[in-house]
T-cell receptor, first 112, second 116 residues
């Protein structure tokens, strides 16, 4: 079945460091891909998404490119801030369905 | 406008008791979803409601779990005879139509359930 694999955390970085959180997927058909973020004590928020191959989603300085050839959707940010500390979830939804398939989440901790 | 709200935010119960978790979706959203987030695991789909259609219950882990949606709006997830493995965060989400590819789902803050 469809699945999402994320790098395990926690990831600890210093402020202004470069961030990469890896995400790969297995899916039948042509999925849409998402990154959600969960800040402490809050619900999941959509961070960015991409609906077809080679699309780049971006928001708040974060980017991720839909790579069909490598079945990946890695999340990147050039310079992280303390306020980026959160849990990040990669997810997919396949054509004709409505169920998100989520990865296990990656906790990011940014130190001042 | 108001987002998805859930209540209670935290619930502690004893093994064997029944619990009810409530979700108020965003006004006008016809699709509603329940997920479960267990410690160390990703989010697990439980159930989906779309308008007046029969719900997709394929993700419910056992017959102790049930959900209903009254009047196409508020939803209640009920867990009967709770077990310790039911301890998790239960998340509700809603979306405008539930049928478009890539439609964004908007999540509530969740209910943290602890079964002692």
């Amino acid at each position: 079945g469809d699945s999402v694999t994320q790098m395990e955390g926690p990831v600890t970085l210093s402020e202004e460091a470069f961030l990469t959180i890896n995400c790969t997927y297995t899916a039948t058909g042509y999925p849409s891909l998402f990154w959600y973020v969960q800040y402490p004590g809050e619900g999941l928020q959509l961070l960015l998404k991409a609906t077809k191959a080679d699309d780049k989603g971006s928001n708040k300085g974060f980017e991720a490119t839909y790579r069909k050839e490598t079945t990946s959707f890695h999340l990147e940010k050039g310079s992280v801030q303390v306020s980026d500390s959160a849990v990040y979830f990669c997810a997919l939804i396949t054509s004709g369905t409505y169920k998100y398939i989520f990865g296990t989440g990656t906790r990011l901790k940014v130190l001042a | 406008g108001a987002g998805v709200s859930q209540s209670p935010s935290n619930k502690v119960t004893e093994k064997g008791k029944d619990v009810e978790l409530r979700c108020d979706p965003i006004s006008g959203h016809t699709a509603l979803y329940w997920y479960r987030q267990s410690l160390g695991q990703g989010l697990e789909f439980l159930i989906y409601f779309q308008g007046n259609s029969a719900p997709d219950k394929s993700g419910l882990p056992s017959d102790r779990f049930s959900a209903e949606r009254t009047g196409g709006s508020v939803s209640t997830l009920t867990i009967q005879r709770t077990q310790q493995e039911d301890s998790a965060v239960y998340l509700c989400a809603s979306s405008p139509g539930g049928t478009s590819l890539g439609e964004t789902q908007y999540f509530g803050p969740g209910t943290r359930l602890l079964v002692l």
